[in-house]
Structures are given as C-alpha cells and as structure tokens.
C-alpha cells in the first residue's frame, strides 16, 4: 500500500488544461515545474484531467442543433477529459504511466511518479473518478484545482455571498446538493461529496493557477482556498 503522506490526488480542472482564451504555455510550464520538483522529493501524483470548457463548448454546440440525452451529454464530457488527459500524459511523458486510466475501480500497479485519469463513464464525474482513485490507491487528500480559491456559501456572483476557509462534508452536500447533473456547474460532484464524506477523506479547494498555493496544500501548509473534512 502506497504511504498516503506522499500519495496526493490531483482534480485538475479541464479550463486550466485548455482555458477559453486559448492554451496557457506559462502556467502549464510552471505546474510540470512543481511537479518534478516535489516528486525528487518523493512524493507522487494521481492527476485526474477535467473536461472543461473544451466539453462544455462541444455540449453547447451539440444541444444548439438539437435535443440530447443526458447520457450523450455526459460521453462528450468524458472524451473531452480523455484528450486532455492524453495530453497531459504526453507532457509528463518520462515520469508518468503510459497508460491513461478510464476505469478508477481497477486495481493494478504502478511503478512511476506520475499517474494520469481520465473521465469514466456517464453518470460520473472526474470529481468522482478521483475520489475512487483516492480510496483504489490510499491517499489520503484529494486537491481540487479550478478557476475558484474557495467554496462560497451560494454563486460567489450574488450578493451576501461569503467565502469559506474550513468546512465539514455535511456542509458541502448542502450547497452542492444530491444529484449529478452532465454539465452542471457546482464546486464539486453530489455523488463524488457523499463518497469522500464516506470514506474519511479531506478535500482541499485552491487556485490552480496560484502554484505557490498549491504547493502549500501539498506540504500540508497553510493555504488560501477551502479544506473540507
């Protein structure tokens, strides 16, 4: 078993891989930086790669000539992670596991620093995939990286809206709610939030493009974001 001190599950956000404004060279530059570095320290990554904006802009195209299933949906998102996944693989390419993983549940070993994720199936989310992936390998801390420092107690764009530094799982099930939705748009996955409560698991919310954030949350510092256990 894998010690879960140096184990750490990273949800990286799809809009970080691929933002909307075209692909970020600097900051994907500086997250391998940060990665190789703390891996000489021993430490290894399970990077589960979102959809985002590349998902989200093939759903809208896709509902605009006409109606969808859910399920359909749901497989653009999860080939959409899968691209960005393989690309994130090829960026890692001499220190991680050639082979992306689709299905979080398999249980197989892996002997490099550096191990990629990709969306499974419909009705799951990434957010899910590596909560699984967390309880399949031991860790012990899932790290949410997005485009948001915190989780807010309502959509941070309405009025009243406050930030949250600490909370516990029953406190994110309320906002996040019960049901998973394709597409939704919510700090973390009803289903995934219900796993990981269940499991023990401690969440940690940062900014993915705040890198010396990240790194806090790696070492177990102090960080601006939302620690949920």
Known sequence: ????????????????IAPKTGFDIAFLKSF???????????????????????????????????????EDIDWIGIHSTRLNAHFIRTIFRKVAHPIVVKNPTTKF??????????????????????????QNFGAGLVINLSNISYVFNKDPKEAGARKIEKMTWP??????????????????DPIATKEASDSGLKLAFVKG??????????LGQKFEGTVVE
Do not use: H
């Open 209 to 218: 493009t705040e890198l010396s954030e990240v790194k806090k949350a790696i």
């Open 171 to 188: 406190e994110l099930q309320e906002i996040v709610g019960t049901v998973w939705r394709p597409g939704a748009n919510v700090p973390f």
């Open 1 to 16: 078993m894998t010690d879960k001190s140096n184990l750490f599950v990273l949800s990286l956000g799809g809009s970080l």
């Open 32 to 70: 391998k930086e940060l990665i190789l570095e703390e891996i000489k320290k021993g430490k290894r990554f399970i990077i589960v790669c979102g959809g985002g904006n590349t998902a989200r802009e093939y759903q809208a195209a896709a509902r605009g000539v006409g109606e969808l299933e859910d």
């Open 109 to 134: 070993e892996w002997t490099e620093s550096v191990l990629i994720a990709a969306g499974w199936k419909p009705g799951w989310s990434t957010d899910y995939d590596a909560v699984k992936l967390a």
